[in-house]
C-alpha cells in the first residue's frame, strides 16, 4: 500500500500491523511488502501509547512474527491490505525533530531538507536511552553527505566513532571477520560520524526516481556455498541495498550483500573475497551474504584494503 501522499514503499520505511512494528527491507512490494520485524510488546525499555515495547533479534522477531515469516527467503511478507499505518522516514522529520537530530540536518545544511529522514525507533515512537540517530540522505544527495563527512573528519569539524562506539557496532554486527578486519573496512566508508556528543549513521536509501533499479531482490535457486576472489567491476552501486558487487569472475555475475555490514565493502579495482550461497536468479549466478542481519560465517572483505595494511588473516 501507498502511503497517505501516494507514494511507494522503499527501503527503512516502517509499517504497523496491530502492535507489531516491521522495518521495509527492499524495493519491490507487490504483492506483499518484504520487510522484517523489529519491535513488539515486552519489557525492554521502550514505551509508546502507554505500551511497553522492545527490540527483537532475528530469533525472536521469526518466532513472533512465524506467520508471516518465509524461511526460503529470510524475511518476513506483509499483506498490504492488513498494514494499520505507514511511517515515511522523509515526512515525518518535523516530528522527530529533538535537539540530537536538529544537529545533524544542521549540519547537512547544503542539501534539501526534502531528501532527509531519520528511520529506526525514533521514526515509530520507541527512542529508548541508547538510540542513536539512523539518518537517511536519499538518492544522489547521500554521495554529498558521505564526502561531507569525510571532509568534516579531516578538518576536525565533527569526529569518526571513538573506540568504544566502534567496539559497540563490532559486537552487534557480529561479523565473522576480527575486529581489526572490520574497523580498516569501516573507517573508510565516512557514513558514521559524532557532531559532538551525538552520534549518527548515514544511511542511503534510493531516490523515488531510481526504484527501478536492475539489482535482484528476489530468492534464487540455491547451488550450494562458495568462496569468491574477484576484481570488482564498478563501485556505483556498493552502499545500495542490496550492496551490489559486480565481479570479473567465470561464473559469478556479482556479489550481493543483503546486511549493512558488508555495505561499501571494497570498490572498483579492488579485488573483493567473499564467501556465501550461490543463488541463479534469472539465469544468472550471484553470491549471496547476508541471510540474516548476525552475518555468522558469511563475509565480503577487500583483498586489496587488507594487503595494503599488512592484514594478512582477517579471520584469527
Not at 515495547?53 to 498490504?80: T, W
Not at 563527512?149 to 563490532?170: A, H, L
Not at 575486529?179 to 573508510?188: I, P, Q, T, W, Y
Not at 551525538?198 to 568462496?227: A, C, H, S, W
Request: glycine share 10%.
Amino acid at each position: 500500500m501507498p502511503d497517505s501522499s501516494g507514494k511507494p514503499l522503499r527501503l527503512r520505511d516502517f509499517i504497523r500491523v496491530g502492535d507489531l512494528f516491521f522495518s521495509v527491507v527492499g524495493y519491490r512490494n507487490h504483492p506483499h511488502i518484504r520487510c522484517f520485524l523489529r519491535y513488539a510488546p515486552g519489557n525492554g525499555g521502550r514505551f509508546r501509547e502507554g505500551k511497553k515495547f522492545r527490540k527483537l533479534g532475528h530469533d525472536d522477531a521469526v518466532k513472533i512474527g512465524e506467520k508471516f515469516f518465509r524461511k526460503e527467503e529470510g524475511i518476513f511478507r506483509v499483506p498490504r491490505d492488513i498494514v494499520d499505518e505507514v511511517f515515511k522516514p522523509e515526512e515525518r522529520l518535523g516530528e522527530v525533530m529533538d535537539y540530537e537530530v536538529r544537529k545533524v540536518v544542521s549540519y547537512f545544511e547544503d542539501i534539501p531538507v526534502t531528501n532527509m529522514g531519520v528511520t529506526g525507533s525514533r521514526l515509530i515512537g520507541l527512542r529508548g536511552d541508547e538510540s542513536d540517530v539512523d539518518f537517511i540522505i536519499y538518492g544522489r544527495d547521500w554521495f554529498r553527505g558521505r564526502e561531507k563527512i569525510k571532509r568534516g573528519i579531516q578538518r576536525g569539524k565533527i569526529s569518526e566513532p571513538d573506540d568504544d562506539t566502534w567496539e559497540f557496532i563490532y559486537r552487534k554486527r557480529r561479523p565473522p571477520i576480527n575486529f581489526d578486519a572490520f574497523l580498516v573496512h569501516e573507517r573508510r566508508k565516512f557514513h558514521r560520524a559524532f557532531i559532538g556528543s551525538t552520534y549518527f549513521d548515514l544511511l542511503y536509501v534510493r531516490g523515488y526516481d531510481e526504484l527501478d533499479r536492475n539489482i535482484p531482490e528476489t530468492v534464487g535457486r540455491k547451488m550450494g556455498r562458495m568462496r569468491v576472489a574477484a576484481e570488482v567491476k564498478d563501485d556505483r552501486n556498493i552502499f545500495d541495498y542490496p550492496a551490489y558487487y559486480p565481479v570479473k569472475h567465470k561464473e559469478i555475475k556479482a556479489v550481493l550483500s543483503f546486511t549493512h555490514t558488508y555495505a561499501g565493502q571494497a570498490f572498483r579495482g579492488e579485488i573483493i573475497e567473499a564467501f556465501g550461497q550461490v543463488e541463479e536468479i534469472e539465469g544468472k549466478l550471484y553470491l549471496i551474504v547476508g541471510t540474516k542481519r548476525e552475518t555468522e560465517d558469511e563475509y565480503v572483505v577487500s583483498r586489496t584494503l587488507l594487503n595494503k595494511l599488512g592484514i594478512q588473516d582477517p579471520f584469527s
